[in-house]
């Protein structure tokens, strides 16, 4: 990353300046702001970030620029929210990372497809989270069996093709909300409808064969 020396600012004068009618004045706060933000996000890419330390310097620094740019606009479209109450760029660079972090979720699912999560598919994420207990008993292990195929025909047979999908990306998959919503066509509010009325059917669906969720987690539990 390169190096510049930064004007030390009071919140007054970030406000005052990215807010001028002074062009010169505004595109130096901004050219500034950017270059702070860029500076934090890369050191959050590079120490804070397990998964990317396969890519080098050059590419994280790309991803920074990219990201900074992003979240200057968005400390611009949010300045009203500023409160004072830390310093401006501390609260600027919280909202940048946490921009960074909703934009990196949103990359790690973009090739995200509905067809992987129709009811014909394979529900291992199920059975792995489940099944997680310690050495069971062969008979624990005949019953887990058991119980694991009335809950991947409840799942097929309780809930829609939609609730199945929803319920299946985010309570197992643990894909952004954000992310289902849009490929969805939904919105936040109407998929946690969906979600919630997909658990309801299918706590029902399961309690009229008897297995309670007390009975499972005693069942499936360490």
């Known amino acids: 990353m390169t190096t510049a020396k930064l004007i030390d600012r009071s919140n007054g004068e970030w406000i005052a300046a990215l807010q001028s009618q002074d062009d010169a004045a505004q595109s130096e706060a901004l050219a500034e702001l950017r270059l702070r933000l860029r500076r934090s996000i890369y050191f959050y890419l590079s120490q804070d970030r397990s998964d990317l330390r396969g890519l080098a310097a050059h590419e994280l620094a790309q991803m920074a620029e990219d990201l900074a740019q992003d979240a200057t606009l968005r400390v611009m479209d949010n300045l009203a929210n500023f409160r004072g109450e830390s310093r401006f760029t501390t609260w600027a660079t ?129």
Request: proline share 3%; aromatic share 4%; net charge neutral.
């Open 94 to 222: 919280k909202v940048a990372i946490r921009l960074a972090i909703s934009d990196l979720r949103r990359a790690r699912y973009k090739d995200f497809s509905l067809d992987e999560l129709t009811a014909d598919g394979d529900l291992l994420p199920l059975t792995t989270r489940l099944g997680s207990a310690a050495s069971p008993t062969p008979e624990k292990v005949a019953e887990r069996d058991d119980v694991m195929e009335k809950i991947e025909l409840a799942l097929q047979e309780a809930l829609t093709e939609r609730q199945y999908q929803a319920l299946v990306a985010v309570a197992l998959k643990g894909i952004p909300m954000d992310v289902l919503a849009e490929r969805m066509g939904s919105n936040r509010n109407a998929l946690y409808k969906l979600i919630h009325d997909a658990r309801r059917k299918l706590k029902t669906h399961l309690e009229k064969q008897g297995i309670s969720t007390d009975y499972m987690m005693n069942l499936f539990g360490n």
